[in-house]
């Protein structure tokens, strides 16, 4: 049911601070004093032992599953102390690539029936890797063969281009680190940011989703371009990933997402007057590198959009030479969650007036169940 809404993709994007309130429902406790804040974990609280005392923590999965793990991988690296790599499941099958009975696999799916990532999870449990599930769906073939695992309850996702799903999965992957992270005194106050951030969230997303008519005026401009480039890093370059993919999947147009720190390394050779391009800039340990990233791009003439915090606009573009998306700021590990929203609004304004299907693109399917 669509409700008052055209598409499902629209409703899913716009039922995000509902989705991501459910996701978090009866797992994050704040009593009244600081020290009571934690994060319960129903699936994992019986698994937090053996998940901390691994030697490597590898994330699995493909697409906008994919992107999500990559989302969280710095707060996971960060609050456990342990190696995080990123496996796409096929490439990982392809290579028949090392995993070891002291690892812990976490496998992300949406739908947790997805044919490739189903494989590598039978390939992790063949070599005796703990086997974590991250899933959206109760009883599916993720759920039921993983040892443990944690249900996202983002509600039943129809637009075959992942939204609510995606921020979920990010929320459950913070709350992830932070469980494994513990209560050591060193990563206390980081930890009550990240928890007062949590229960903030759905506000800062509602938030955003104001700018809806933003985005299309934006689609509007970009409607006949060919392509469309997203530069990012930290913490945004899952973002500038995502942002691309939702471009691609439902616009059908051309985009890349760019980890920014490798731009001289061949894409800056792309940039012109003409190709559009947008700069996630939003306030974090990397400002200061992406505010250099837009000085060299502008240099090259480059037709910025720059996405920052609310207020930076001066300080990110100084001559007025660029089109601004503002955003509210949070916690640097929830920031990925607000800064997709404006991308999914764009990517749904440019398929709506491009003409293209928007919950069903051509070609693709909501669950790629063979290989
Ligand atoms: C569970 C109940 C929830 C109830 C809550 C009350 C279910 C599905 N969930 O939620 O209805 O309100 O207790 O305390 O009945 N699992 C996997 N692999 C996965 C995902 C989950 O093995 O990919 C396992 C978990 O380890 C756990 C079970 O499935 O044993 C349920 O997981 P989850 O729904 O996340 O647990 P709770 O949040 O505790
Ligand atoms: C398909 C979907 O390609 O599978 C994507 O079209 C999705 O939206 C991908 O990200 C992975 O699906 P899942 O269910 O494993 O998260």
Redesign the pocket.
């Known amino acids: 049911n669509k409700g008052h809404y055209d598409h499902y993709m629209q409703k899913e994007i716009h039922e995000q601070p509902e989705s991501l309130t459910t996701t978090m429902r009866?797992?994050l406790i704040r009593g009244g004093s600081s020290k009571s804040k934690t994060v319960l974990?129903?699936?994992?609280k019986d698994h937090l032992k053996t998940i901390r005392r691994s030697r490597r923590i590898v994330f699995i999965g493909c697409g906008t599953s994919y992107n999500a793990a990559l989302a969280a991988r710095p707060i996971l690296e960060e609050l456990s102390g342990v190696p995080v790599t990123m496996e796409i499941a096929s490439d990982l099958l392809d290579r028949q690539g090392p995993i070891y009975r002291e690892d812990t696999a976490i496998?992300v799916s949406q739908s947790?029936e997805t044919a490739d990532t189903l494989l590598a999870l039978q390939y992790a449990l063949d070599n005796g890797a703990l086997c974590?599930?991250?899933?959206n769906t109760?009883g599916s073939a993720?759920?039921?063969n993983?040892?443990?695992?944690?249900?996202i309850?983002a509600g039943a996702e129809i637009g075959v281009a992942s939204t609510k799903a995606y921020t979920s999965q990010i929320v459950v992957m913070a709350m992830l680190a932070l469980a494994i992270g513990g209560d050591t005194i060193s990563n206390e106050a980081r930890r009550e940011a990240i928890i007062d951030g949590l229960f903030d969230l759905p506000n800062k997303v509602r938030e955003v989703l104001k700018q809806d008519q933003e985005m299309k005026d934006l689609a509007k401009l970009l409607i006949s371009e060919q392509s469309l480039l997203v530069f990012g890093r930290g913490f945004n370059y899952a973002t500038a990933l995502e942002g691309a993919l939702k471009v691609k999947e439902v616009a059908l147009m051309h985009s890349e997402g760019i980890l920014a720190g490798e731009m001289k390394h061949g894409p800056l050779a792309l940039v012109d007057e003409n190709l559009p391009i947008i700069v996630l800039a939003t306030r974090d340990a990397c400002f200061s590198k992406q505010q250099s990233v837009i000085q060299q791009l502008h240099a090259r003439k480059g037709r910025l959009i720059v996405m920052c915090s609310k207020g930076d606009a001066a300080s990110v573009c100084p001559a007025e030479s660029c089109r601004i998306i503002e955003v509210p700021h949070v916690e640097d590990c929830l920031q990925p969650v607000i800064n997709i929203i404006p991308l999914q609004l764009l990517a749904y304004h440019l398929t709506v007036l491009r003409g293209f299907n928007v919950d069903q693109p051509r070609n693709l399917a909501k669950s790629v169940t063979t290989q």
């Open positions: 009866g797992r974990l129903g699936g994992l496998f947790g974590v599930g991250i899933t109760v993720i759920a039921r993983t040892h443990c695992g944690v249900h309850n």
